[in-house]
């Protein structure tokens, strides 16, 4: 069992200097993955050795996956190509990562052998409906708790159809899933968003040499690739940057700069919105490794942020980033409203209740909408012990708003940090 661990936190009176935030998690997921589908070899470098991460390299180890590392963040996969997974013999584990799991699905339910997946505590309370729907449709059977809606889930693949997939939701999770199972169908596998979310399994698709065309918001796979073994250089996960990019940007004196981190048009909403609140970002050396966009983030402290509307199409390239952002939107002038972001309620935590709590408790001025937040910024923070509710972002942006609180913050619970961002606390030291 984990130990438990609190974080303590004093006001910043400034934050300087340069400090490298870990490989993005959603790239590390999907590199393993793909790299097992794969023939040959795939080098995965600054591989993101969190534990959701490492839930990934565990599951499909017991797929017969031979996986060398992680070793200095970085992982050895040694591919199986098509039809080269196995049968595991145990119960596979996605641990506390709903992408592990989600993603997982899609895999197994091209697969013609029986499995098992289940999860942590948190894990096994996600619906799993919303990717199962699809699944099903193509042909595979998956069982579970409440009908098929919670972990464990049993699933029996194999002999899938491919599938147009109109999906309610924009949602990076949902969409890979169907993909990665429209590998395994014969003939063309698409799925249409509302809105477009993430696309780096796309980008990775077609890395590996998938056939994979994008049309506004549908995205299409063709069954049966030759998928090869790749190098992957994993850029800096933005949404870790997100903690840094918002404390530097309410911490007055601050000059920080985050070095290689992934910019892609479908996650950097986060950039968008604190740009429009008055933040002062630049992106610097700008460029492309392995099919991701990349640049070093300088963030230096502009003066008061200003509140903003943030909906629609602008929630899914910054979902991840809200709990953080809401810490920007409590100290900024004016009013923020969040909304279109139901989804929040159900990841690792139910994020607007404990977004709201948690800052409610600082003593800013919070109300939680059904879809989201209402924030009426400029209160003072006052130092508060809080809890982490088992969820790496909220101890992290709690973690953020002790910065410019009056007093000690302490930040329970924060063990949980260690699924996203292992050395927060070393980040943070570096640049105070």
């Known amino acids: 069992m984990t130990d438990t661990i609190d974080l303590h936190v004093l006001p910043a009176e400034t934050l300087r200097g340069t400090a490298a935030v870990p490989g993005d998690k959603s790239i590390s997921h999907r590199a393993v993955m793909l790299g097992a589908l794969a023939e040959g070899d795939t080098i995965v470098e600054n ?3 969190g534990e959701d991460c490492l839930s990934t390299i565990d599951c499909f180890r017991k797929l017969g996956v031979e996986i060398e590392g992680p070793d200095n963040c970085m992982v ?11 049968e595991p013999e145990d119960v596979l584990n996605a641990g506390n990562s709903g992408t592990t799991m989600r993603l997982l699905l899609g895999i197994l339910a091209g697969q013609s052998f029986f499995s098992v997946i289940t999860g942590d505590v948190s894990l096994r309370s996600r619906p799993m409906a919303r990717v199962i729907g699809p699944l099903e449709q193509m042909g595979a059977r998956i069982g579970g708790r409440q009908g098929g809606n919670f972990a464990p889930l049993a ?19 949902v969409k890979s899933s169907v993909l990665l199972a429209g590998l395994f169908a014969d003939g063309v596998t698409a799925v249409i968003e509302p809105h477009r979310s993430r696309d780096h399994t796309e980008r990775m698709l077609k890395h590996f040499g998938a056939a994979v065309e994008i049309s506004g918001n549908t995205v299409q796979v063709s069954g049966h690739p030759r998928l090869k073994g790749q190098r992957v250089i994993v850029p800096g996960d933005i949404s870790s940057a997100a903690f ?13 700069t985050l070095p290689g981190v992934g910019v892609n048009q479908t996650r950097s909403g986060i950039l968008d919105v604190l740009l429009e609140m008055g933040a002062g970002i630049e992106l610097l050396n700008q460029r492309v490794e392995g099919g991701e966009p990349v640049a070093d983030i300088r963030v230096r402290y502009n003066g008061r942020l200003t509140g903003v509307t943030v909906e629609g199409d602008t929630i899914p390239r910054l979902i991840d980033e809200v709990p953080v952002l809401a810490v920007a939107a409590a100290t900024a002038e004016g009013v923020t409203k969040i909304r279109n972001a139901a989804e929040l309620r159900v990841k690792e935590s139910d994020r607007i209740a404990t977004v709201a709590a948690m800052l409610g408790k600082f003593g800013a001025d919070v109300e939680e909408l059904p879809d989201g937040l209402l924030l009426r910024g400029g209160r003072p ?7 982490s509710h088992g969820d790496h972002r909220i101890a992290m942006a709690a973690a953020v708003a002790g910065l410019i609180a009056y007093g000690e913050t302490v930040v329970r619970g924060a063990e949980c940090i260690d699924i996203s961002f292992p050395g927060f606390a070393s980040v943070l030291k570096i640049l105070r």
């Open 47 to 49: 591989f993101l050795p």
């Open 76 to 86: 050895k996969v040694h591919g199986r190509g098509p039809g080269g997974l196995t």
């Open 244 to 256: 840094f990019i918002v404390a530097a940007s309410i911490v007055p004196g601050s000059d920080i």
């Open 381 to 387: 923070l006052e130092g508060v012990i809080c809890e």
């Open 155 to 173: 699933v029996r693949g194999g002999q899938l159809k491919p599938f147009i997939y109109s999906s309610p939701v924009a949602s990076a999770q």
